[in-house]
C-alpha cells in the first residue's frame, strides 16, 4: 500500500519495521526449528488426550461433572443453571467442537498461568523486572489479536498448535499483572512484621505475601481463562478447530443458523468458566478472612 | 553493660547521603542544612543506650523520625551512617542471613497497626517466630499459648484476628512479640490505634508483665501522658534529633530546651491528665427504650443513684434519678423517655484537662459524663476520683496519677 506524500512529509525516513519483522521470524524459522519442534510436541501431547477425553466419554458425563463443580463451588442453582447451559450445547450439532474448544482453553491458560504466575512474583519482587515487563506487557495486550497468528503459522503451521500458542501469549498479561498487583498491595506493615520475626525473603513470600495476594491472582486467573476462551475462537482462523471453525465456516458461507449455534456454544461455555473460578478463588482460608475484615472495617 | 547502643546514627532519605550528613554535622535545623539538596532527613545524629529491662520511650510528633529510629534498631531500614549494637553486635554490617538469625533471638516487634496475619488464627500468629524458627510444632504451641495466657487470650487460639477488638488484637501482637522469647521489644506506636481506655488497659497489663518479665522495651509514642506513664526514661525527638534524654521528672522539671518546654508546657500536672487519663467506665448505662424496671434493677444493682442514658448511636441523652424511675414505674410508662434530665450532670470532652475539670466536678450533682467526638459516652469521673488522681500527682510523684483511677479489669472486650 502507499499514499501520495505531502512535500512536507517527505523529510521523515522510511522505517522498514514489517521488513525487519519477516525477517526476524524468518531467521527464527531457520535456526530454531529444532526448539520450535520440541514445543509443538509437547503441546500437542498436552491437548490431544484432553481433547481425546472429552469429545470420548458420553456428553451426559461431562455435563454431570461440570454441574457438581458447579454446586461444591456455588450451590445449587448454579449447578442448575449450568446443567440447563451445557444441555442446550450438547442438543445441538457442535457438542464435539465445543469440547475441543474447552481442551484447548485448558491447556492455554494453564500453560500461561504456569509462566504468568512465577513472571508476576518476579516483577513485583524486582523492580528492574518491572520496568521491562510492563512495556511488553502492553504490547502483548493492545496488538490486535490476529496478528499473533501469523508468526504462529510460520513456525508451527496449521493446526491447533499455533492456536494453542497464540492463546497463551494473548491471554498470559493480566496474568502477570494481577499477580503484581496483588502482591504489591499486601499491607506492608504485615510484611515487614514478617521480616522483623526474622523470617527468610522465601518465607514472607509463600506464607505471608502469596496467601494475602491469593484473591486478586486468583482474579488474574479467570481473566487469563476468558481471555484465552476469546482468542481459541480467533485461531479458528489457523485451522485450530473447534468452535471457531464452525463460526469461521460460517461466516465465509454466511450462514445464520449454524454461526448462532457456535456463538450461544462460546458464550455458555465462557460463563460456566468464569463463574467457577471466580468461585474458586472464595474457597481459599486467606481470602474469607480478608473478605470479613473488610465487612469488619 | 547496656541492651543496646546507638552512636551518631543517620538515616538520610534521597541521594547525596555523604554531602548532608557532613551539612548536618554541625547541628543546623535539617531544613537550613539540606537546602538545595535532593534528600531528607529522617534521624541526625542519635546517640542512646539502653539498659537491661528498662522502658525506654522515644517520644516525638509526626515526621520527627522515631518511626525511622525504631526501624533501624532491628534492620528493618539500613542506617545511612552511624552504629547500631545489639548484646555488643554491631548490627549495621551483618549480612542478610546473620541479622534474620539476630531478629529471631535478640529482637522482636509490635506494630501500630497490629500487622496480625489475617488468614492465621489468633495461636498460628501468636507461634509466629517460633514458626520461623523452625520449632517443632508441639513445642510452638505450647509456648504460643503461654504467651497468649499472658495476654489473658487463651480462650480466642483458634479465631481468627478479625474475631478480636483493636485491644484485643494488640495483645495477640504483644504475645506474639512475647513468644519469640526475645530479650528486646521494639513497640511502634503500638497503643495508639487504640480507645483511650482499651489504651490504658493494655498500658497497664504492659507494665504488668514488665513487672514479671523485666524485658528491655524501646517505646515509640507521640502521646506525652503515655510516655510519663510508661517510661523509665523519655527520649524526646524533633525534627530528626533527640532533643533530651531523662526521666519524665527530669524532662517535665528541667527541660533541655524551649521546645521541650513548651511540650510539657505548664505541666503543672492536673494539665498532662486528660479526662480520658482519670476517668472509670461507667457503672450503669441504659438505652433510653428500656422500661423503668430495668432501671430500679440497675440501681439496686449497683447501689448508686443514677443511671446513665443513651439513645440511638449510643449518644448521651442524660441521666435518670431513683425518684424519676419511681415516678415512671407508678405512671406506667414502658420506657424511660421523657424522664431523662440533663441538669444533674456536666459533660466533658475525652481530652478536657484535669485542671478544667474542677468547676464542673464542683457543679455536676452525679459523676461527671465524658463524651467522645460523636457524643457517646466513654466514661464518668465521680469527684473521688479526680481528687485522688490529684492527690497522687503532687511534684515527688510525677508518674504515679493514674494508678487510683479503678480500671475495668484485663479481660477486654470482644469487637
Known sequence: MSRTQSPLDSWLPRVPLGAWTESAVDWATATLGPFFDGVAAVVEALVRPLNDLLTGVPAVVVVLVLAGLGWWLRGWKFALGTALGLGLVAGMPYWEETMSTLAQVLVASTLALLMAIPLGVLVAENKRASAVARPVLDLMQTMPAFVYLIPAIFFFGIGTVPGVLATLVFSMPPGVRLTELGLRQVDKEIVQAAESFGAPPWMVLLRTKLPLALPTIMTGVNQVIMLALSMVVIAGMVGAGGLGDVIMFALSQVEVGSGFEGGIAVVILAVVLDRLTDSAGDRFPSARAQRLARQAA | ????????????????????????????????????????????????????????????????????????????????????????????????????????????????????????????????????????????????????????????????????????????????????????????????????????????????????????????????????????????????????????????????????????????????????????????????????????????????????????????????????????????????????????????????????????????????????ERDRLIGVIPRITLLSALAAATPDEPTQGQDQVELVGTKGEPA
Not at chain 2, 39 to 54: C, H, K, L, Q, S
Not at chain 2, 343 to 348: A, H, N, S
Open chain 2, 1 to 372: 553493660m547496656s541492651a543496646l547502643i546507638v552512636q551518631s546514627l543517620y538515616k538520610i532519605f534521597g541521594s547525596r547521603a555523604d554531602e548532608a550528613v557532613r551539612r548536618l554535622a554541625d547541628g543546623k535545623p535539617r531544613t537550613e542544612a539540606l537546602a538545595g539538596l535532593p534528600a531528607t532527613a529522617a534521624v541526625i545524629d542519635a546517640n542512646f543506650e539502653v539498659r537491661p529491662g528498662e522502658i525506654f520511650v522515644v517520644m516525638g510528633l509526626s515526621g520527627s523520625g522515631k518511626s525511622t529510629l525504631i526501624r533501624m534498631l532491628n534492620g528493618l531500614l539500613q542506617p545511612t551512617r552511624g552504629s547500631v549494637r545489639v548484646d555488643g553486635v554491631e548490627l549495621t554490617t551483618l549480612r542478610p542471613a546473620a541479622l534474620r538469625k539476630l531478629r529471631r533471638e535478640k529482637i522482636s516487634m509490635v506494630f501500630q497497626h497490629f500487622a496480625l496475619m489475617p488468614h492465621r488464627t489468633v495461636l498460628e500468629n501468636a507461634g509466629y517466630a517460633l514458626e520461623v524458627a523452625g520449632l517443632p510444632k508441639a513445642e510452638r504451641r505450647e509456648r504460643a499459648m503461654d504467651a497468649l495466657r499472658m495476654v489473658g487470650l487463651t480462650e480466642w487460639a483458634d479465631n481468627l484476628p478479625h474475631d478480636l477488638s483493636g485491644g484485643m488484637r494488640q495483645r495477640v501482637g504483644l504475645a506474639r512479640a512475647l513468644a519469640a522469647g526475645t530479650e528486646i521489644l521494639l513497640m511502634d506506636e503500638a497503643f495508639s490505634a487504640l480507645d483511650p481506655l482499651i489504651r490504658r488497659e493494655i498500658q497497664d497489663q504492659l507494665l504488668e508483665l514488665q513487672a514479671e518479665l523485666g524485658k528491655t522495651i524501646i517505646f515509640i509514642t507521640h502521646d506525652l501522658n503515655e510516655a510519663m506513664r510508661l517510661g523509665d526514661r523519655i527520649a524526646v525527638m524533633r525534627d530528626g534529633r533527640i532533643v533530651q534524654i531523662g526521666t519524665a521528672e527530669e524532662i517535665l522539671t528541667d527541660p533541655a530546651n524551649d521546645y521541650v518546654a513548651q511540650f510539657v508546657a505548664d505541666v503543672d500536672r492536673t494539665r498532662i491528665l486528660t479526662a480520658a487519663s482519670v476517668m472509670e467506665k461507667p457503672q450503669q448505662v441504659l438505652d433510653v427504650n428500656a422500661g423503668p424496671r430495668v432501671a430500679a434493677k440497675a440501681l439496686r444493682e449497683s447501689q448508686t443513684s443514677v443511671v446513665y442514658v443513651t439513645g440511638p448511636m449510643k449518644r448521651f441523652l442524660g441521666t435518670v434519678t431513683e425518684d424519676e424511675v419511681l415516678r415512671a414505674l407508678r405512671e406506667g410508662r414502658p420506657h424511660l423517655d421523657g424522664y431523662v434530665s440533663t441538669e444533674r450532670v456536666r459533660t466533658v470532652t475525652a481530652d478536657t484537662s484535669v485542671a478544667d475539670l474542677f468547676a464542673d466536678c464542683a457543679e455536676s450533682q452525679h459523676p461527671v459524663a465524658v463524651l467522645d
